[in-house]
């Protein structure tokens, strides 16, 4: 029998959207298919190096042992303390340079408009513009100018972007969530504070709604803080065990929908 098409949606969290890397480990390691990608913030960056079939050994160690000032460039803050050129160069450099229609998995990445409060959600052009815009956390990045609009980070408006694989096409749901119910992190300096405000916002916003996924995979990052980039592989660590927690689950979705073959 045909199998069902699988989507993966990639939520945004920071730091924290580095246990999607767990996540993707598991699939590999399970052979589970992912026909469709779509992600938000943290979760478009994992998602557009896995589509672009970077290996994830590599992707973990980098994301483990890249340097700050590799992709960090403070600027007097004027509307972020980020400029961001650094880490899109970066994400070019990870992407080869491809747009999004380039890429073996079809692949959405979730971008806000600031200024109409709209969802943007880039499905082809140029993969560094795209993930540059979805990663920009109000206040720490610098916004990104597109055909007239100021872009921020895709959590803003969609942190789980379930509903962009359904009008991709995707019959099976699979959800990553990284941001903690209860989250028991301290706060220590302005881009802790930035940053788990917008996560508070993006709970309270996704509380208004359900994920609409056949499987929610939901790794325990609470005392994991979403600028703590030195607890990757702790992150990525509690992917993996939250990804084999639900594997019964995402057999049985897919077995239900006509099989794996």
Same mark, same amino acid.
């Given at each position: 029998? $045909?199998?069902?098409?699988v989507?993966?949606?990639?939520?945004?969290?920071?730091?924290r959207?580095?246990?999607?890397?767990?996540?993707?480990?598991?699939?590999?390691?399970?052979?589970? =298919?992912?026909?469709f990608?779509?992600?938000?913030?943290?979760?478009? !960056?994992?998602?557009?190096?896995?589509?672009?079939? !970077?290996?994830?050994?590599?992707?973990?160690?980098?994301?483990?042992?890249?340097?700050?000032?590799?992709?960090?460039? !403070?600027?007097v803050?004027?509307?972020?303390?980020?400029?961001?050129?650094?880490?899109?160069?970066?994400?070019?450099?990870?992407?080869?340079?491809?747009?999004?229609e380039?890429?073996?998995?079809?692949?959405?990445?979730?971008?806000?408009? %600031?200024?109409?409060g709209?969802?943007?959600?880039?499905?082809?052009? =140029?993969?560094?513009?795209?993930?540059?815009?979805?990663?920009?956390?109000?206040?720490?990045?610098?916004? $990104?100018?597109?055909?007239g609009?100021t872009?921020?980070?895709?959590?803003?408006?969609?942190?789980?972007?379930?509903?962009?694989?359904?009008?991709?096409?995707?019959?099976?749901?699979i959800? /990553?969530?990284?941001? =903690?119910?209860?989250?028991? /992190?301290?706060?220590?300096?302005i881009?802790? $504070?930035?940053?788990?405000?917008?996560?508070?916002?993006?709970r309270?916003?996704?509380?208004?709604?359900?994920?609409?996924?056949?499987?929610?995979?939901?790794?325990? %990052?609470?005392?994991?803080?979403?600028?703590?980039?030195?607890? $990757?592989?702790?992150?990525?660590?509690?992917?993996?065990?939250?990804?084999r927690?639900?594997?019964?689950r995402?057999?049985?979705?897919?077995?239900?929908?006509?099989?794996?073959?």
């Amino acid at each position: 029998m $045909v199998r069902s098409k699988v989507g993966l949606a990639l939520g945004s969290g920071g730091a924290r959207g580095l246990a999607h890397i767990g996540v993707l480990k598991v699939f590999q390691q399970e052979e589970i =298919p992912v026909d469709f990608i779509a992600g938000s913030s943290m979760g478009s !960056l994992v998602g557009v190096l896995y589509a672009n079939n !970077l290996p994830l050994d590599m992707i973990e160690e980098l994301a483990i042992h890249l340097k700050r000032n590799s992709w960090l460039d !403070l600027t007097v803050p004027k509307r972020g303390f980020i400029t961001g050129d650094k880490v899109r160069g970066l994400i070019r450099l990870l992407t080869h340079g491809k747009k999004l229609e380039d890429f073996s998995i079809p692949t959405a990445v979730v971008a806000t408009d %600031l200024a109409k409060g709209e969802q943007v959600v880039f499905r082809e052009g =140029p993969a560094d513009l795209a993930v540059r815009a979805s990663i920009s956390i109000p206040g720490i990045f610098e916004p $990104v100018e597109w055909e007239g609009r100021t872009l921020v980070d895709g959590g803003v408006i969609d942190r789980i972007p379930v509903q962009v694989l359904k009008e991709m096409g995707a019959d099976a749901i699979i959800a /990553v969530d990284v941001v =903690p119910c209860l989250p028991t /992190v301290r706060m220590d300096n302005i881009f802790d $504070v930035i940053a788990q405000t917008l996560s508070v916002m993006e709970r309270e916003i996704l509380n208004t709604r359900a994920v609409d996924a056949d499987v929610l995979i939901h790794p325990d %990052l609470a005392d994991i803080n979403p600028t703590a980039f030195t607890r $990757v592989d702790e992150c990525i660590r509690r992917g993996e065990e939250a990804a084999r927690e639900q594997m019964d689950r995402i057999r049985g979705l897919i077995g239900e929908r006509g099989g794996v073959g």
